[in-house]
């Protein structure tokens, strides 16, 4: 794939603005900007820590400043760039009618670049974030790009964001996990008989969110435009262009709607998140797209006790495809800090993709180990155990390990 010039010009930007910038021992812009280290924001990089998660709610600024900040004027203070490198091992056996097929897998890849070159506050009440990811010989995937506004002052406002966005901000068990992989509950779609392509992490749609935040307490409200199916295998984000909604969808002018509520009760990681979806999505039957009706009510609660940190969470679900079914799972998830750079943690997962098909379940155990060496670069490594039940004819085994190698300015 040759790069257009638009692309080459956007990199020669990144490139002068990133050669303005200061070395930072942080989150890169951010850090860049106010001068903090990582642990400043994070309980372990990705997750955030109160602190980190106010910031990110005020429009990647200190809540005090709403109304009162000015925008930077260094460039590197709003620009940022990441490469992630990744080995993985994969041995699958998969039970057939006349026997189990065994097989294995083993890759070392570059996993993508992803460019941030309008990401941080201007203004006294706006913000943007934009994430552009490159994989190898893929155009580019647009997972942000919003502009956020935020009213009020330093323990209650009210915010507003537009664009294209990840599902949810979560805190503690609702936030990005230290591994490489999200529960089932969030990566798992329900199934009965047919996949019903919806997960809860995972499509970066575009859409329209009012929120308010009281002290430890937020509240979010998103209207989303929801996803579109080409195939039976395979869901999209209704973002705009060539990923639109087509005047044949039976969805084409249904909106989903998502609302969180995460209250935070420690200042490093323990806090409780109520999220609700109620979806649809037009999928392929028998030649022609019928609407799923959906919805997905899960409940997320994780506490730290010295240096373990707690967490866990269970969903339901309910799909109309014609008929009616329910899926749920959950999680059960324990973190250890060994050092201030060094996390290790084990989560067991249990998903249920349909109650009323029998002998369907997926479980899996996971063991991860994540370690941030110093200056952006960070190492995780993951072991994942997936056990999936294939009905009368046995129990699919997956085992991976991945290790992937971060490095962010």
Partial sequence: MQPNKNWMTLVLTMIVGLSMATTSYGMPNFARRYN???????????????????????????????????????????????????????????????????????????HEVTFYPITGAFGKNYASLVEMSFLPDEPAE???????????????????????????????????????????????????????????????????????????????????????????????????GSLSKSSTQPSRDNKDVQLTATHMLTDDGGGVTGYAYLGNVDLPVAGSLVKNSFQRYALYGSYPVQKFLFLGGYQ???????????????????????????????????????????????????????????????FIGEFQNKATKKGTLGTQTDNSVQVRMIFIF
């Fill in 36 to 110: 903090m280290s990582c642990a400043s924001c994070h309980n372990g990089i990705p997750r955030l820590n109160e602190f980190g998660f106010q910031f990110r709610a005020a429009g990647f600024r200190l809540p005090d400043e709403i109304g009162k900040g000015e925008s930077s004027t260094n460039a590197g203070d709003y620009i940022a760039a990441r490469t992630q490198t990744r080995f993985d091992y994969k041995t699958s056996d998969v039970p057939t009618a006349s026997g189990t097929t065994s097989s294995s897998n083993t890759q070392l890849t570059f």
């Fill in 142 to 240: 647009i997972e942000n790009a919003y502009v956020r506004a935020n009213y009020g002052d330093g323990n209650k406002f009210w915010s507003v964001r537009a664009g294209i966005f990840h599902p949810f901000e979560g805190y503690g068990a609702s936030d990005r996990p230290l591994g490489l992989s999200r529960p089932l509950i969030q990566s798992a779609a329900a199934n009965n008989g047919q996949s019903t392509l919806f997960k809860p992490w995972g499509f970066d749609q575009a859409g329209l969110e009012v929120g308010y935040t009281m002290d430890k307490t937020s509240f979010r409200a998103t209207v989303f435009n929801g996803l579109i199916a080409p195939n039976s295998t395979t869901a999209e984000p209704a973002q705009g």
């Fill in 316 to 378: 339901t679900g309910a799909d109309n495809l014609g008929t009616s079914f329910n899926s749920n799972g959950y999680f059960g998830e324990v973190n250890y800090n060994l050092s201030e750079p060094m996390w290790v943690g084990v989560r067991y997962d249990g998903f249920d993709p349909s109650t009323s098909t029998g002998q369907n379940e997926v479980s899996a155990l996971t063991a991860v180990a994540n370690f941030y060496a110093d200056s952006g670069l960070q």
